[in-house]
């Protein structure tokens, strides 16, 4: 069956400290990728995208995430966590030209003082 | 750029009545709408896909003639929850893009409650 999976629930970090977010997939094809940003009662908000190339992509707010074929992951990093970053993550597989989007079930960041 | 807008970002009505959820894109003539549901602590689930002009393609499981989906302009698509009941509460969310993009662009929500 195809899926997305965020097999973190809940993160915790120290501020300033790296994080890393998990993201797997499970389609035929490599397919789209993309990593959104959820605030509390808010829309989702676009980090960073693969569609091809260079596996190592950027994003805003100094995210990045890497795009591992043989894992079928494309994990979220940033290098050192801001409090403003708590938030929900959200992996998201595009399909069909981009007309299905499929998310996985989201990771909620805590960020310690 | 690319904003998209919901009304009303919440609203509370009673059980058996019906409620309209209007996603606009502002700034963007949005080819491609899609109507997310989001239930506490849990991910969206894609409801439907609606094209401008054309009548829209509901996801496996979802009620068609519950969740009516009219995207009648390229700025506008309604999602009207019909003969809503409790377990229709939830968290609606719109997103748009427009044919050439691949990137879709999210509305804020509509928290909705059904009492």
């Known amino acids: 069956a195809q899926s997305v999976t965020q097999p973190d629930i809940h993160i915790t970090v120290s501020e300033g400290a790296s994080l890393e977010l998990r993201c797997n997939y499970s389609y035929g094809a490599t397919p789209y990728l993309f990593w959104y940003v959820q605030s509390p009662g808010q829309g989702l908000q676009l980090l960073l995208k693969y569609f091809s190339g260079d596996t190592l992509v950027q994003g805003i707010k100094g995210f990045e995430a890497e795009f591992k074929r043989s894992q079928s992951s494309f994990n979220l990093r940033k290098p050192s966590v801001h409090w403003s970053d708590a938030a929900e993550y959200f992996c998201?597989?595009?399909?069909?030209?981009?007309?299905?989007?499929?998310f996985g079930s989201g990771t909620k960041l805590n960020v310690k003082p | 750029g690319a904003v998209v807008s919901q009304h009303p970002s919440w609203v509370i009505c009673k059980s058996g009545t019906s409620v309209k959820i209007e996603c606009r894109s502002l700034?963007?003539?949005?080819?491609?709408m899609f109507w997310y549901r989001q239930f506490p602590k849990q991910s969206l689930m894609l409801m439907a896909t609606s094209n401008e002009g054309s009548k829209a393609t509901y996801e496996q499981g979802v009620e068609k003639d519950k969740f009516l989906i009219n995207h009648a302009s390229l700025t506008l698509s309604t999602l009207t929850v019909t003969s809503a009941h409790p377990e229709d509460s939830s968290f609606y969310i719109c997103s748009a893009k427009w044919s050439s993009t691949d990137t879709q662009y999210f509305g804020p929500g509509t928290r909705l409650t059904v009492l």
């Open positions: 998201a597989v595009g399909l069909y030209n981009f007309n299905k989007f499929y």
């Open positions: 700034d963007f003539q949005a080819t491609t």
